[in-house]
């Protein structure tokens, strides 16, 4: 059983709505992804929406690294100090923070080229993304690993070197993360100019396209259940 969660962040003009994903299978409650800082609150109102609370979830898998997908990880690890913390071995140090994050290096590297009005936002950005918290990582999988039965880990890198999504199996549905998003009624690179290597972005969406799958659920965007092999094979068609 899965359950889609929305979590909203407030950016001022905009309001951003983020899609982590709730699996129950057998003894298991995996959250993948878990939103920006601070919406531990909505995270715990749309467990219970779901019938759960913090303290039910076994697993939390992160796609990568972005403040958007592990923002909140530390509080539910306060919450929740059993709960297993799973991610790939490429974004392991970048969540732990044992190595500095890659988006704060593009941030810091991009804010040099910006004039002094821009780069006043440049570096509130970049001063953002110090204050993410980290969190230690208990378990390492990869490509084809399981972390329950019938959810299934698929590397898809690009958006970030160690990016991976979540396959439930049976019902051939998968968690994208950030591998893809919705907007407007398409499928579409998440962010290009964040995307840290476009080519390997293609690769893992050409991968995606491959795998036939009768559902999508996007980070940014939510689920997307019509005309997915027409709207992949546009975006692979127009790179
Ligand atoms: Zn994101």
């Known amino acids: 059983m899965y359950n889609i969660l929305t979590l909203k962040f407030d950016m001022g003009k905009d309001l951003i709505e983020v899609h982590p994903l709730l699996i129950q299978e057998g003894e298991e409650l995996i959250l993948c992804d878990a939103g920006y800082p601070n919406q531990l609150q909505q995270i715990e109102l749309e467990l219970k929406r779901c019938g759960f609370t913090m303290r039910d979830l076994t697993k939390i898998f992160i796609s990568h690294h972005d403040h958007d997908h592990i923002g909140s990880i530390g509080q539910l690890k306060e919450n929740n100090p059993s709960v297993e913390i799973i991610t790939s071995e490429i974004e392991k140090p970048f969540v732990e923070g044992t190595e500095k994050s890659l988006r704060l290096i593009q941030a810091e590297e991009y804010n040099e ?127």
Do not use: W
């Not at 570096?123 to 019938?150: M, P, R």
């Not at 970030?160 to 439930?168: A, D, E, K």
């Open 113 to 239: 080229s910006l004039n002094e009005e821009e780069k006043e936002f440049g570096e509130a950005f970049a001063n953002y993304l110090k204050t993410i918290n980290s969190v230690k990582v208990n378990t390492i999988v990869g490509d084809g690993d399981y972390i329950a039965k019938g959810v299934k880990v698929v590397s898809t890198p690009g958006h970030t070197p160690g990016h991976q999504s979540i396959l439930l199996e049976s019902e051939s549905i998968l968690f994208t993360g950030d591998a893809l998003a919705f907007e407007n009624n398409r499928l579409i690179i998440a962010n290009p100019e964040f995307t840290l290597d476009i080519d390997e972005c293609m690769k893992s969406i050409r991968k995606i396209s491959d795998m036939k799958l009768s559902k999508l659920i996007c980070y940014h965007g939510g689920l997307v259940e019509n005309g997915i092999s027409e709207s992949l094979s546009e975006l692979l068609e127009n790179e």
